[in-house]
């Protein structure tokens, strides 16, 4: 491939201008060094290492490959441990990872003298640091299918498995009926490269091997489709917004009688006290009523609506609610949900825009085959406004906020049905129902934002804990 052989001059050129000076260690020496061709898929280059000293050295080798731009910026980060005896002379091996990405891409390799492979690196041990820049150019037989920007869940864009370009558009593409090898002729790349991703989301769930070859498990929405929906989204929030609203001003008699009755304190302030969540109607309506009662009961019902059961969102595998919609940010909702239930306990973080969020250093190394779960949190600057959250008593407000919207419902589920008569339209599919009620919901609760029958505070991000 041409544009290939064009970026490795680039990046070769680089790094020879990059090169840790030597006088650095004493004891190790670097000889010759050869970076493999960029192209997309693992690329394996080669470095010759001397141990002068006269005890082990322990090397940590990282190859971190990053793209920047204005739309999908994948970064993989890839390590080597490797152990050398006094005087040994050997030409070591190491992996550079490279998405299916358009754009600039910078790539950093670097050698860590450690006093143990399994430690942290710390400062003053690098040993060897080379950078360069790669740049990918979309062929023009591609470009047709990057016209309108193609949209996965939220913190699935960020998952190795949708992090990068190629793999939308070769959903979009495997929908169409194409062939591995007309992908392959279309994107002006190995044919096999093109295999191994389709084995990768096979094995991940996200595509099934049928009798007309690979296919997407999930629904993938073209933008004739969006177009079509979107206006129905529209009238049904418009919908919603207006019941909703009604009920909001006859809500605080409900309260004062649970008051009253002893099973709700009067202080609103009392965050101890499980339900007075329900004096802030902005989260009550957006979190709870939206999300956690008629988003549960439109979207999973009666499975609880957990998203992100079985991995987690620094490492989000979602086949089950998993969807491609073409045609960018305006086609879709803005807002993030997370329920995670533990026993008898539960927590929900909800936010009316999607969060940054701070993941343990290498997650993707320790999850992306394992799938288990990591640390991770938020920002200090967008940590969720914390609540306890006792359930019975919230329930008496969402039976209130909630009156009138089931009939919603019914006519929402029979105008779907209706649309997807001819069977062009997965709408019982999880992934289609999470991707239009986000849609509903955005909208609905920026009518009633806007009409003043809830009050935005804070940065829009809640977290509630309780039973």
């Known amino acids: 491939m041409n544009r290939s052989l064009q970026a490795a001059a680039i990046l070769v050129l680089a790094c020879a201008a990059s090169v840790v000076p030597q006088t ?10 050869d970076v493999p061709l960029a192209r997309w898929g693992t690329q394996t280059g080669t470095l010759e290492v001397t141990n002068e000293a006269t005890y082990l050295k322990f090397l940590k080798v990282e190859t971190n490959l990053r793209f920047e731009g204005e739309y999908l910026n994948p970064n993989r980060l890839v390590q ?14 190491f992996d550079i990872s490279v998405p299916g990405n358009f754009g600039k891409a910078i790539l950093d390799i670097s050698i860590h003298d450690v006093v143990d492979t399994l430690d942290d690196v ?56 194409k ?22 989301m096979t094995a991940q769930q996200y595509l099934a091997s049928t009798a007309e070859g690979p296919r997407p498990t999930f629904p993938v ?31 605080r008699p409900v309260l004062e009688q649970m008051v009253a009755q002893g099973n709700l304190s009067s202080d609103s302030n009392d965050i101890l006290d499980g339900g007075t969540i329900l004096y802030r109607p902005y989260p009550v309506v957006g979190a709870l009523l939206l999300w956690f009662d008629l988003g549960q009961e ?52 909800w936010s009316d825009s999607p969060p940054d969020l701070e993941c343990v250093p290498g997650y993707h190394l320790l999850t992306h085959q394992l799938r288990d779960r990591r640390d991770w949190r938020y920002p200090q600057s967008q940590s969720p406004e914390v609540h306890v959250l006792d359930t019975a008593k919230v329930y008496v407000g969402l039976r209130h906020l909630r009156r009138g919207a089931p009939e919603v419902l019914v006519d929402l589920s029979a105008r779907l049905q ?20 986000n849609l509903i919901a955005t909208r609905t609760l920026t009518l009633l934002t806007e009409q003043g029958a809830v009050v935005r505070a804070g940065n829009g991000f809640y977290r509630f804990e309780g039973r």
């Open 24 to 33: 650095k260690t004493t004891d190790i020496t670097f000889g010759a060094f």
């Open 80 to 93: 080597f441990n490797y152990i050398l005896p006094p005087g040994e002379h050997r030409t070591i091996e």
């Open 122 to 177: 710390l400062p003053g041990q690098d040993v060897f640091r080379q950078s360069g820049q790669i740049r990918f150019k979309p062929e023009n037989t591609i470009l047709p299918y990057m016209q309108e920007r193609l949209t996965v869940p939220p913190r699935v864009e960020t998952s190795y498995d949708f992090d990068y370009e190629f793999s939308r558009l070769l959903v979009l593409m495997l929908t169409e009926g």
């Open 179 to 200: 062939t591995p090898e007309e992908i392959a002729t279309l994107a002006d790349v190995d044919v096999a490269y093109v295999r191994s991703v389709i084995d990768s």
């Open 221 to 251: 929405l073209r933008l004739e489709q969006v177009q079509l929906l979107k206006p129905v989204a529209d009238e049904f929030a418009a919908r919603l917004a207006a019941v909703i609203s009604e009920n909001l001003t006859t809500l």
């Open 298 to 349: 439109f979207i999973s019902d009666p499975r609880p609506l957990e998203i992100f059961q079985g991995s987690d969102p620094c490492n989000a595998h979602i086949p089950r609610y998993m969807y491609l919609v073409q045609g960018g940010a305006l086609f879709n909702g803005s807002h993030f949900y997370n329920l995670l239930l533990a026993q008898r306990n539960m927590m929900i973080d």
């Open 418 to 437: 209706a649309i997807g008569a001819d069977g062009t339209l997965n709408f019982r599919h999880f992934g289609f129902r999470y991707w239009f009620w």
